[in-house]
T-cell receptor, first 109, second 114 residues
Framework: SQQGEEDPQALSIQEGENATMNCSYKTSINNLQWYRQNSGRGLVHLILIRSNEREKHSGRLRVTLDTSKKSSSLLITASRAADTASYFCATDNTDKLIFGTGTRLQVFP | DAGVIQSPRHEVTEMGQEVTLRCKPISGHNSLFWYRQTMMRGLELLIYFNNNVPIDDSGMPEDRFSAKMPNASFSTLKIQPSEPRDSAVYFC????????????FGPGTRLLVL
């Protein structure tokens, strides 16, 4: 399977703390994307980082990409209870996305 | 825009019955994807279309599954006959082909096969 692996599988933190999720993948990529899924809902795109980029920011989100290690990380700063969701990385090397296994983030008020 | 629309949102059926899931992509999007999500296997790509043409159906589990896209605004995923192991949430997503990599997901259809 080309599916990526995410680490940790689950993460519980307090509001205000930072949350870091990691993603490893197996093939070469054009870009890597992060998506969020609230319970019972569809996935929502958060951020995209291209293979020639190393770091990208969007609001409280910071994504890094290390193509030599085939890995990426998503950092959510100053977390809020509303950030509680599952987060998935997805790699894009053709027309299609290959999704990772996801990290379940629980943020306690 | 209403976003990607899927119907039905929930489907409960008995083993052996035919199930048809429907998807309306975002207007102007010319690439459409069908995914299946289960606890055991995560999110799997089943098939995708570019300009209504199936490009890659290697993720379709077996011949019981079929998908069509008769026009740019409608796609179906059919399971015939259905089996309990087909129980999952099925998502449709769409995007433009030219220069936009982001996929927009529908709310999903939760299928339970008894």
């Amino acid at each position: 399977s080309q599916q990526g692996e995410e680490d940790p599988q689950a993460l519980s933190i307090q509001e205000g703390e930072n949350a870091t999720m990691n993603c490893s993948y197996k093939t070469s990529i054009n870009n890597l994307q992060w998506y969020r899924q609230n319970s019972g809902r569809g996935l929502v795109h958060l951020i995209l980082i291209r293979s020639n980029e190393r770091e990208k920011h969007s609001g409280r989100l910071r994504v890094t990409l290390d193509t030599s290690k085939k890995s990426s990380s998503l950092l959510i700063t100053a977390s809020r209870a509303a950030d509680t969701a599952s987060y998935f990385c997805a790699t894009d090397n053709t027309d299609k996305l290959i999704f990772g296994t996801g990290t379940r983030l629980q943020v306690f008020p | 825009d209403a976003g990607v629309i899927q119907s039905p949102r929930h489907e409960v059926t008995e083993m052996g019955q035919e199930v048809t899931l429907r998807c309306k992509p975002i207007s102007g999007h010319n690439s459409l994807f069908w995914y299946r999500q289960t606890m055991m296997r995560g999110l799997e790509l089943l098939i995708y279309f570019n300009n209504n043409v199936p490009i890659d159906d290697s993720g379709m589990p077996e011949d019981r599954f079929s998908a069509k896209m008769p026009n740019a605004s409608f796609s179906t995923l059919k399971i015939q006959p259905s089996e309990p192991r087909d129980s999952a949430v099925y998502f449709c997503a769409s995007r433009t082909l030219a220069g936009q990599e982001t996929q927009y997901f529908g709310p999903g259809t939760r299928l339970l096969v008894l």
